[in-house]
């Protein structure tokens, strides 16, 4: 079973529009960052592009991926919807391309779809495939569908107050990349009290403290900032350290306090 390559730490882009994307962008190129993450449905890829255009670090450094919306599922559409995401992000391919949610109802079989993306491997539009917000039963299927080793990654609402362990093994098992998204929760585990114990005794930040956990756990993690000094911090948690009695402690943290579940788009949880 391959293993996908998928880099640990990434910057994401959900949310951030027109300048603000690009100066992101550029700041976490300029820092360090090689791995960015957008979607088509964030409206800001060609904002994403020039970004990363202009910040002169060579497109074969960066791990690039987008996300296929639900709008362009139809085998049909999927391709070309995927080619115009290159056309916005100035790029011949992308590193990563998932479908972004499972949207079970929306008329387009998940066969179907999983098929369209894999063929948009082939064609050389996108090095690895994967999915996002995916359960345990519909990654069984999206396996099915275009084999096993072949999907890099589910990128999933991950955080120490939604912690999906069961989810999270399953794909370990299967050799599948968890990426966590939200992994401060909208911010919400930055004033846990256990967090800021944990980030006092190392010196740190809660938000590194929670970014290292995630990372501990083998995890990637892609989180957003606007603002440069917060950046360069989440950076600095790819060298903290958690001890087991601190990872013991983030692991008391699970609330299931899920923030984005969408009707019509998402699965039933796990």
Same mark, same amino acid.
């Given at each position: ?151 890099? #990654?589910?990128?999933?609402? !991950?955080?120490?107050? /939604? *912690?999906? $362990?069961? &989810? ?57 900032? #606007?603002?440069?000094?917060? !950046?360069?911090?989440? /950076? *600095?948690? $790819?060298? &903290? ?30």
């Amino acid at each position: 079973m391959t293993t996908s390559t998928i880099p640990q730490f990434g910057i994401g882009t959900f949310r951030l529009k027109d300048q603000v994307v690009i100066d992101s962008v550029r700041t976490g190129l300029e820092l360090g960052y090689r791995a960015v993450d957008t979607a088509q449905i964030y409206g800001n890829e060609a904002e994403v592009g020039q970004a990363i255009v202009e910040s002169g670090v060579p497109r074969q450094d960066i791990f690039l991926t987008t996300k296929i919306w639900v709008d362009n599922y139809a085998p049909e559409k999927l391709a070309a919807s995927l080619e115009e995401s290159l056309r916005k992000l100035r790029t011949d391919y992308v590193d990563l391309t998932l479908i972004h949610w499972p949207a079970p109802g929306n008329g387009v079989p998940l066969q179907a779809y999983m098929t369209a993306l894999a063929q948009t491997r082939e064609r050389g539009l996108t090095r690895q495939i994967g999915i996002s917000n995916f359960n345990i039963a519909l990654t069984r299927e999206a396996i099915a569908a275009v084999g096993e080793g072949n999907i890099a #990654t589910n990128q999933i609402e !991950l955080s120490p107050y /939604l *912690q999906n $362990r069961k &989810l999270a093994q399953f794909l370990q098992a299967q050799g599948i990349t968890v990426t966590s998204y939200m992994t401060l929760a909208y911010g919400k585990v930055l004033g846990d009290p256990v967090l800021g114990d944990i980030a006092a005794r190392h010196q740190a930040t809660p938000a590194q403290v929670a970014l290292a956990w995630a990372m501990q756990l083998g995890y990637a993690v892609i989180p957003s900032s #606007t603002k440069r000094a917060n !950046l360069e911090g989440n /950076l *600095q948690a $790819r060298t &903290l350290r958690l001890s087991d009695a601190d990872m013991a402690a983030i692991a008391g943290l699970e609330r299931n306090g899920r923030e984005v579940s969408p009707a019509g788009l998402a699965p039933d949880w796990d």
